[in-house]
């Protein structure tokens, strides 16, 4: 139960103002972005309150790298946080153009059904495919979701995170889709410390029975791991002795896709 420090009229005003305050922030960024640059006098003026309080809000943007003072005294302009983040959701946005000729590309060597994937909560989400050569086709398509422990690109994602952001994406018993299924945070925890350690991810039945993949990453401009493109056929055509060999094709392509995001390692 919370006390009454936590829940009373001062813990209100306090929330308040906060908010205010974010509020303030992201306005004032706003109105350097509309003007170019800006002083803090002007800055006050559209907001309507005094330049100390502009001052302190504008100190906190620029130690953050949201603002940067210009040479001409007293005039900020947007900083590179901002170009920072914009860069990577437009790498995420520009996944499938900079990604589907090389999933195609990929589908075509191998024979087998080629997918890009990017994490959502706990699940992955497909943003772009590309259907092998053979004649079985996999029940995948763009936008379906599928859970990201039991699959090979969720793996290659869910490795990317902090142990904190591990255990709050994901439950302490997983839901389980077929007998291979991982299901208890542990046995995941050690999966995925391999995967870090080898660069990529399979699943040997682990979502389907019958079906197998293979995944790796891929890096937008800060060398962060955004999405993973994964290698997925049933298990006659594409059993384990073959994850080596499809494996390095993957990591080729997702060389391309990487360095057509900026990625320069």
């Not at 891929?218 to 080596?244: E, H, N, Q, W």
Request: aromatic residues 4%; hydrophobic residues 40%; contains cysteine.
């Amino acid at each position: 139960m919370a006390t009454s420090a936590e829940s009373g009229p001062g813990a209100r005003r306090d929330g308040t103002a906060a908010v205010q305050s974010v509020d303030r922030a992201l306005t004032a960024l706003e109105i350097v972005a509309k003007l170019g640059a800006a002083g803090v006098t002007e800055i006050a003026a559209e907001l309507g309150v005094h330049k100390s309080t502009v001052s302190r809000l504008i100190a906190v943007l620029e130690a953050r790298g949201y603002v940067e003072q210009l040479s001409e005294r007293g005039k900020y302009r947007l900083g590179f946080t901002v170009v920072r983040l914009a860069g990577s959701t437009s790498a995420h946005m520009d996944l499938p153009r900079q990604s589907q000729d090389v999933c195609d590309d990929l589908a075509a060597r191998v024979g087998e059904t080629t997918n890009i994937a990017i994490l959502d909560s706990d699940r992955i989400i497909n943003v772009a495919e590309a259907v092998g050569s053979s004649g079985v086709a996999l029940r995948t398509w763009v936008g379906q979701s599928c859970p990201a422990h039991a699959t090979s690109s969720g793996k290659v994602l869910l490795a990317e995170l902090s142990a904190a952001d591990l255990r709050t994406r994901l439950t302490r018993r997983l839901e389980s889709f077929a007998p291979n299924t991982i299901t208890d945070l542990p046995t995941l925890r050690t999966q995925l410390d391999q995967v870090r350690r080898q660069g990529w991810a399979a699943c040997e039945e682990e979502l389907e029975i019958g079906l197998n993949a293979v995944a790796a990453p891929i890096r937008d401009s800060d060398g962060r791991i955004i999405a993973a493109l994964s290698v997925s056929g049933p298990t006659y055509r594409m059993s384990a002795d073959r994850f080596p060999e499809i494996i390095d094709r993957t990591m080729e392509s997702t060389t391309i896709i990487s360095r057509r995001l900026g990625y320069t390692a």
